[in-house]
Protein backbone atom coordinates (compact mmCIF):
# COMPACT_ATOMS: atom_id res chain seq x y z
CA UNK A 1 0.00 0.00 0.00
CA UNK A 2 2.67 2.54 0.78
CA UNK A 3 4.14 1.32 -2.79
CA UNK A 4 1.47 2.13 -4.51
CA UNK A 5 1.31 5.37 -2.46
CA UNK A 6 4.80 6.78 -3.18
CA UNK A 7 4.34 6.21 -6.90
CA UNK A 8 0.98 7.94 -6.84
CA UNK A 9 2.55 10.82 -5.13
CA UNK A 10 5.61 10.85 -7.39
CA UNK A 11 3.30 11.06 -10.16
CA UNK A 12 1.38 13.85 -8.86
CA UNK A 13 4.17 15.87 -7.67
CA UNK A 14 7.22 14.47 -9.14
CA UNK A 15 10.37 13.59 -8.24
CA UNK A 16 11.11 16.32 -5.82
CA UNK A 17 7.66 16.81 -4.33
CA UNK A 18 7.06 20.70 -3.06
CA UNK A 19 5.62 21.21 0.75
CA UNK A 20 1.95 22.56 -0.79
CA UNK A 21 1.40 19.70 -3.48
CA UNK A 22 2.54 16.87 -0.81
CA UNK A 23 0.46 18.70 1.70
CA UNK A 24 -2.43 18.44 -0.44
CA UNK A 25 -2.08 14.99 -1.75
CA UNK A 26 -2.28 13.50 1.96
CA UNK A 27 -5.43 16.02 3.00
CA UNK A 28 -7.28 15.08 -0.40
CA UNK A 29 -5.62 11.96 -1.66
CA UNK A 30 -6.01 13.54 -5.43
CA UNK A 31 -3.52 13.44 -7.95
CA UNK A 32 -5.38 16.18 -9.67
CA UNK A 33 -5.36 18.71 -6.60
CA UNK A 34 -2.01 17.86 -5.91
CA UNK A 35 -1.19 18.73 -9.87
CA UNK A 36 -3.59 22.04 -9.55
CA UNK A 37 -1.90 23.00 -6.45
CA UNK A 38 1.66 22.63 -7.73
CA UNK A 39 0.71 24.40 -11.29
CA UNK A 40 -0.99 27.39 -9.59
CA UNK A 41 1.93 27.66 -6.88
CA UNK A 42 4.41 29.56 -9.24
CA UNK A 43 1.70 32.16 -10.13
CA UNK A 44 0.77 32.77 -6.93
CA UNK A 45 4.75 33.34 -5.79
CA UNK A 46 4.87 35.33 -8.80
CA UNK A 47 1.55 37.39 -7.89
CA UNK A 48 3.30 37.19 -4.01
CA UNK A 49 6.52 38.75 -5.38
CA UNK A 50 4.81 41.72 -7.42
CA UNK A 51 2.58 42.51 -4.82
CA UNK A 52 5.78 42.72 -2.35
CA UNK A 53 7.59 45.16 -4.94
CA UNK A 54 4.53 47.35 -5.36
CA UNK A 55 4.02 47.44 -1.34
CA UNK A 56 7.81 48.00 -0.89
CA UNK A 57 7.97 50.87 -4.00
CA UNK A 58 4.91 52.28 -1.88
CA UNK A 59 6.68 52.33 1.23
CA UNK A 60 9.86 53.92 -0.48
CA UNK A 61 8.21 56.45 -2.02
CA UNK A 62 7.25 58.01 1.21
CA UNK A 63 10.26 57.68 2.96
CA UNK A 64 11.27 59.75 0.05
CA UNK A 65 8.54 61.55 0.08
CA UNK A 66 9.00 62.72 4.00
CA UNK A 67 12.97 63.09 3.56
CA UNK A 68 12.07 65.83 0.53
CA UNK A 69 9.51 67.47 3.13
CA UNK A 70 12.47 67.65 5.34
CA UNK A 71 14.91 69.06 3.17
CA UNK A 72 12.39 71.49 2.13
CA UNK A 73 11.43 72.25 5.51
CA UNK A 74 15.07 73.18 7.03
CA UNK A 75 15.85 75.11 3.71
CA UNK A 76 13.05 77.45 3.98
CA UNK A 77 13.85 77.62 8.02
CA UNK A 78 17.31 78.98 7.13
CA UNK A 79 16.02 81.22 4.30
CA UNK A 80 13.31 82.80 6.79
CA UNK A 81 16.41 83.31 9.45
CA UNK A 82 18.86 84.87 6.41
CA UNK A 83 15.34 87.47 5.86
CA UNK A 84 15.30 88.13 9.53
CA UNK A 85 18.81 88.95 9.48
CA UNK A 86 18.29 92.88 8.70
CA UNK A 87 20.29 96.07 9.55
CA UNK A 88 18.83 97.29 13.11
CA UNK A 89 16.78 100.32 12.97
CA UNK A 90 17.81 101.93 16.38
CA UNK A 91 21.16 102.03 15.41
CA UNK A 92 20.80 103.43 11.88
CA UNK A 93 20.52 106.55 10.68
CA UNK A 94 16.54 107.84 10.86
CA UNK A 95 17.21 108.94 7.39
CA UNK A 96 17.84 105.45 6.26
CA UNK A 97 14.69 104.15 7.46
CA UNK A 98 12.73 104.18 4.63
CA UNK A 99 15.73 102.62 2.41
CA UNK A 100 15.90 99.56 5.80
CA UNK A 101 12.48 98.55 5.11
CA UNK A 102 12.41 98.76 1.43
CA UNK A 103 15.91 96.95 1.63
CA UNK A 104 13.73 94.22 3.86
CA UNK A 105 10.82 93.97 1.58
CA UNK A 106 12.86 93.14 -1.04
CA UNK A 107 14.79 90.46 0.75
CA UNK A 108 11.37 88.83 1.67
CA UNK A 109 10.85 88.99 -2.10
CA UNK A 110 14.15 87.24 -2.54
CA UNK A 111 13.74 85.05 0.46
CA UNK A 112 10.24 83.45 -1.43
CA UNK A 113 11.63 82.98 -4.86
CA UNK A 114 14.45 81.09 -3.18
CA UNK A 115 12.24 79.27 -1.47
CA UNK A 116 9.96 78.18 -4.34
CA UNK A 117 13.28 77.33 -6.50
CA UNK A 118 14.36 75.31 -2.79
CA UNK A 119 11.03 73.15 -3.33
CA UNK A 120 11.13 73.04 -6.98
CA UNK A 121 14.64 71.43 -6.71
CA UNK A 122 13.59 69.15 -4.25
CA UNK A 123 11.11 68.13 -5.82
CA UNK A 124 12.55 67.09 -8.71
CA UNK A 125 15.53 65.61 -7.18
CA UNK A 126 12.87 63.53 -5.73
CA UNK A 127 11.34 62.61 -8.82
CA UNK A 128 14.33 60.96 -9.81
CA UNK A 129 15.17 59.47 -6.68
CA UNK A 130 11.48 57.53 -6.82
CA UNK A 131 12.18 56.27 -10.25
CA UNK A 132 15.77 55.20 -9.56
CA UNK A 133 14.14 53.14 -6.44
CA UNK A 134 11.29 52.11 -8.31
CA UNK A 135 13.26 50.75 -11.40
CA UNK A 136 15.64 48.92 -9.22
CA UNK A 137 13.06 47.15 -7.00
CA UNK A 138 11.21 46.37 -9.64
CA UNK A 139 14.19 44.75 -11.76
CA UNK A 140 14.71 42.85 -9.25
CA UNK A 141 10.92 41.66 -8.43
CA UNK A 142 11.22 40.84 -12.21
CA UNK A 143 14.16 38.49 -11.91
CA UNK A 144 12.91 36.49 -9.06
CA UNK A 145 9.27 36.36 -10.90
CA UNK A 146 11.38 34.66 -14.00
CA UNK A 147 13.44 32.09 -11.46
CA UNK A 148 9.87 30.78 -10.29
CA UNK A 149 9.34 29.40 -13.98
CA UNK A 150 12.19 27.46 -13.99
CA UNK A 151 14.51 29.24 -16.72
CA UNK A 152 17.66 29.78 -15.84
CA UNK A 153 19.08 33.29 -14.86
CA UNK A 154 22.27 33.15 -15.84
CA UNK A 155 22.57 33.48 -19.26
CA UNK A 156 20.16 35.63 -19.23
CA UNK A 157 21.79 38.01 -16.78
CA UNK A 158 25.25 37.90 -19.06
CA UNK A 159 23.02 38.81 -21.82
CA UNK A 160 21.91 42.02 -20.04
CA UNK A 161 25.18 42.91 -19.42
CA UNK A 162 26.64 42.51 -22.69
CA UNK A 163 23.32 44.71 -24.03
CA UNK A 164 24.13 47.36 -20.79
CA UNK A 165 28.02 47.84 -21.74
CA UNK A 166 26.88 48.50 -25.80
CA UNK A 167 24.53 50.75 -24.52
CA UNK A 168 26.70 52.26 -21.97
CA UNK A 169 29.32 52.84 -25.01
CA UNK A 170 26.97 54.45 -27.20
CA UNK A 171 24.91 56.41 -24.67
CA UNK A 172 27.77 57.31 -22.67
CA UNK A 173 27.83 61.34 -23.03
CA UNK A 174 23.83 61.08 -22.66
CA UNK A 175 24.73 58.93 -19.56
CA UNK A 176 27.27 61.56 -18.34
CA UNK A 177 24.83 64.37 -18.85
CA UNK A 178 22.03 62.68 -16.77
CA UNK A 179 25.05 62.17 -13.68
CA UNK A 180 25.99 65.89 -14.16
CA UNK A 181 22.31 67.04 -13.53
CA UNK A 182 21.53 64.73 -10.74
CA UNK A 183 24.80 66.01 -9.31
CA UNK A 184 24.06 69.90 -9.93
CA UNK A 185 20.22 69.51 -8.39
CA UNK A 186 21.73 67.59 -5.22
CA UNK A 187 24.60 70.50 -4.99
CA UNK A 188 22.70 73.72 -5.98
CA UNK A 189 25.20 74.67 -8.09
CA UNK A 190 22.62 76.96 -10.31
CA UNK A 191 19.31 77.45 -10.52
CA UNK A 192 16.70 79.86 -12.91
CA UNK A 193 17.01 83.25 -12.72
CA UNK A 194 21.06 82.58 -11.77
CA UNK A 195 23.73 84.78 -13.65
CA UNK A 196 26.31 81.97 -14.18
CA UNK A 197 29.37 81.77 -16.21
CA UNK A 198 30.11 77.91 -17.90
CA UNK A 199 32.86 78.93 -20.38
CA UNK A 200 31.62 79.37 -23.63
CA UNK A 201 28.01 80.19 -22.72
CA UNK A 202 27.37 83.31 -19.94
CA UNK A 203 24.22 84.82 -18.92
CA UNK A 204 20.46 84.19 -17.16
CA UNK A 205 20.01 80.65 -16.51
CA UNK A 206 15.92 79.99 -17.95
CA UNK A 207 15.29 76.30 -17.41
CA UNK A 208 17.52 73.29 -15.62
CA UNK A 209 16.81 69.69 -16.54
CA UNK A 210 18.58 66.71 -15.88
CA UNK A 211 20.06 66.46 -18.75
CA UNK A 212 20.85 70.03 -20.60
CA UNK A 213 20.94 73.76 -18.88
CA UNK A 214 19.46 76.99 -20.83
CA UNK A 215 21.01 80.21 -20.77
CA UNK A 216 20.21 83.32 -22.45
CA UNK A 217 23.35 85.80 -23.07
CA UNK A 218 23.35 89.50 -22.64
CA UNK A 219 22.80 89.84 -26.74
CA UNK A 220 19.66 87.58 -26.38
CA UNK A 221 21.04 84.35 -27.55
CA UNK A 222 19.76 80.89 -26.03
CA UNK A 223 22.21 78.63 -25.47
CA UNK A 224 21.96 75.18 -24.88
CA UNK A 225 24.48 73.60 -23.00
CA UNK A 226 24.58 69.63 -22.21
CA UNK A 227 25.19 69.01 -18.43
CA UNK A 228 28.07 66.76 -18.80
CA UNK A 229 29.99 69.28 -21.01
CA UNK A 230 29.85 71.61 -17.90
CA UNK A 231 33.13 71.63 -16.38
CA UNK A 232 33.09 74.68 -14.57
CA UNK A 233 30.61 76.94 -13.17
CA UNK A 234 31.02 80.91 -12.03
CA UNK A 235 27.80 82.06 -10.12
CA UNK A 236 27.13 85.40 -10.14
CA UNK A 237 24.17 85.33 -8.08
CA UNK A 238 24.35 83.32 -4.88
CA UNK A 239 24.21 85.08 -1.18
CA UNK A 240 26.26 88.52 -2.67
CA UNK A 241 28.13 90.24 -4.78
CA UNK A 242 30.68 92.53 -5.04
CA UNK A 243 31.04 95.62 -7.91
CA UNK A 244 34.55 96.56 -8.47
CA UNK A 245 34.91 99.96 -10.11
CA UNK A 246 38.23 101.51 -11.11
CA UNK A 247 37.72 104.95 -11.23
CA UNK A 248 40.43 106.98 -13.18
CA UNK A 249 41.52 110.65 -12.92
CA UNK A 250 44.06 112.98 -13.86
CA UNK A 251 47.73 112.66 -12.98
CA UNK A 252 47.37 115.76 -11.17
CA UNK A 253 44.41 115.52 -9.21
CA UNK A 254 44.72 115.68 -5.09
CA UNK A 255 43.75 111.98 -4.47
CA UNK A 256 42.72 112.41 -1.47
CA UNK A 257 40.01 114.92 -2.38
CA UNK A 258 38.96 112.28 -5.56
CA UNK A 259 38.96 109.32 -2.62
CA UNK A 260 36.50 111.46 -0.44
CA UNK A 261 34.27 112.44 -3.27
CA UNK A 262 34.09 108.71 -4.32
CA UNK A 263 33.36 107.67 -1.02
CA UNK A 264 30.68 110.40 0.01
CA UNK A 265 29.01 109.19 -3.49
CA UNK A 266 29.06 105.58 -2.70
CA UNK A 267 27.55 106.24 0.53
CA UNK A 268 25.26 108.59 -0.84
CA UNK A 269 23.66 105.15 -2.67
CA UNK A 270 23.98 103.12 0.30
CA UNK A 271 22.00 104.78 2.30
CA UNK A 272 19.66 105.51 -0.70
CA UNK A 273 19.09 102.20 -1.63
CA UNK A 274 17.76 103.12 -5.33
CA UNK A 275 16.03 100.01 -7.25
CA UNK A 276 17.93 97.26 -8.13
CA UNK A 277 20.82 98.70 -6.34
CA UNK A 278 21.50 97.45 -2.95
CA UNK A 279 24.73 97.57 -0.86
CA UNK A 280 24.94 95.31 2.08
CA UNK A 281 27.58 96.78 3.53
CA UNK A 282 29.69 100.19 3.58
CA UNK A 283 31.33 101.14 0.68
CA UNK A 284 35.66 100.49 1.01
CA UNK A 285 37.80 102.63 -0.81
CA UNK A 286 40.70 99.80 -1.66
CA UNK A 287 43.39 102.57 -3.04
CA UNK A 288 45.10 103.48 -5.88
CA UNK A 289 45.09 100.49 -8.24
CA UNK A 290 46.54 101.37 -11.17
CA UNK A 291 48.81 103.99 -13.21
CA UNK A 292 47.43 104.02 -16.55
CA UNK A 293 48.79 105.64 -19.68
CA UNK A 294 46.93 109.50 -19.08
CA UNK A 295 45.16 108.53 -15.68
CA UNK A 296 45.77 106.90 -12.28
CA UNK A 297 42.93 104.27 -11.16
CA UNK A 298 41.15 104.17 -7.72
CA UNK A 299 39.38 100.95 -7.08
CA UNK A 300 35.78 101.30 -5.30
CA UNK A 301 34.49 98.22 -3.72
CA UNK A 302 30.66 97.70 -2.60
CA UNK A 303 29.13 94.49 -1.67
CA UNK A 304 25.54 94.25 -3.25
CA UNK A 305 22.41 92.01 -3.31
CA UNK A 306 23.37 89.12 -5.99
CA UNK A 307 22.88 90.14 -9.45
CA UNK A 308 22.85 93.99 -8.83
CA UNK A 309 26.73 94.81 -8.97
CA UNK A 310 25.89 96.12 -12.31
CA UNK A 311 23.14 97.97 -11.97
CA UNK A 312 24.70 99.40 -8.70
CA UNK A 313 28.26 99.75 -10.75
CA UNK A 314 26.08 102.24 -13.35
CA UNK A 315 24.19 104.20 -10.75
CA UNK A 316 27.51 104.59 -8.88
CA UNK A 317 29.26 105.70 -12.19
CA UNK A 318 26.43 108.48 -13.04
CA UNK A 319 26.55 110.13 -9.68
CA UNK A 320 29.94 110.24 -10.03
CA UNK A 321 30.05 112.00 -13.01
CA UNK A 322 28.04 114.84 -11.86
CA UNK A 323 30.32 114.99 -8.79
CA UNK A 324 33.34 115.06 -10.68
CA UNK A 325 32.11 118.00 -13.00
CA UNK A 326 30.66 119.86 -9.71
CA UNK A 327 34.28 119.44 -7.16
CA UNK A 328 36.43 120.21 -11.32
CA UNK A 329 38.17 116.73 -11.12
CA UNK A 330 39.24 116.05 -14.24
CA UNK A 331 38.34 112.78 -15.87
CA UNK A 332 41.16 111.81 -18.14
CA UNK A 333 41.10 110.47 -21.57
CA UNK A 334 43.57 109.20 -24.16
CA UNK A 335 45.25 112.24 -25.78
CA UNK A 336 47.93 112.45 -28.84
CA UNK A 337 50.22 115.56 -29.51
CA UNK A 338 51.44 116.13 -33.13
CA UNK A 339 54.60 117.97 -33.86
CA UNK A 340 54.39 119.70 -36.98
CA UNK A 341 57.74 120.80 -38.65
CA UNK A 342 58.18 123.15 -41.60
CA UNK A 343 60.50 122.15 -43.97
CA UNK A 344 61.86 125.65 -46.44
CA UNK A 345 63.29 124.65 -49.55
CA UNK A 346 67.35 125.40 -50.29
CA UNK A 347 68.68 127.71 -53.26
CA UNK A 348 69.43 126.09 -56.17
CA UNK A 349 73.38 125.54 -56.66
CA UNK A 350 74.98 125.95 -59.39
CA UNK A 351 76.09 123.16 -61.72
CA UNK A 352 79.85 122.07 -61.75
CA UNK A 353 81.50 121.51 -65.69
CA UNK A 354 83.18 118.30 -66.11
CA UNK A 355 86.56 117.71 -67.70
CA UNK A 356 84.47 115.63 -70.23
CA UNK A 357 82.23 118.92 -70.93
CA UNK A 358 86.12 120.88 -71.24
CA UNK A 359 87.24 118.09 -73.69
CA UNK A 360 84.47 118.99 -76.18
CA UNK A 361 84.45 122.10 -76.43
CA UNK A 362 85.43 124.51 -79.80
CA UNK A 363 89.14 125.64 -80.14
CA UNK A 364 89.21 129.22 -81.72
CA UNK A 365 91.03 129.64 -85.35
CA UNK A 366 94.56 130.11 -85.72
CA UNK A 367 95.26 133.82 -86.88
CA UNK A 368 96.84 134.67 -89.44
CA UNK A 369 95.36 131.65 -90.94
Same mark, same amino acid.
Given at each position: ?90 ? #? ?5 ? +?? %? /?????? !??? @??? $? ?118 ? #? ?5 ? +?? %? /?????? !??? @??? $? ?113
Amino acid at each position: MLTIIGATLEDACGDDPGFLCETVFDVTDSEFLAELAEFLLHPAKVLLILLAAWIIVRVVRRLIDRGIDSLIDRQLDQDVEAAAAVDDPED #ADPNRLE +AL %A /VRAMRK !AER @TAI $QAERARRRSETLGLVLKSIAALTIYTIAAFMAIAEFGVNLGPLIASAGIVGIALGFGAQSLVKDFLSGIFMLIEDQFGVGDVIDVGDAAGVVEAVSLRTTLIRDVHGTLWHVPNGEIARV #ANKSQEW +AR %A /VLDIEV !AYD @TDL $QHAMTVIKRVADAVWREAPPNATILEEPEIWGVENFAASAIAIRLAVKVEPGEQWATSREIRRRLKAAFDEERIEIPFPQRTVWVHEVTEEPAKPSHTSEADLQFQPKAAPEGG
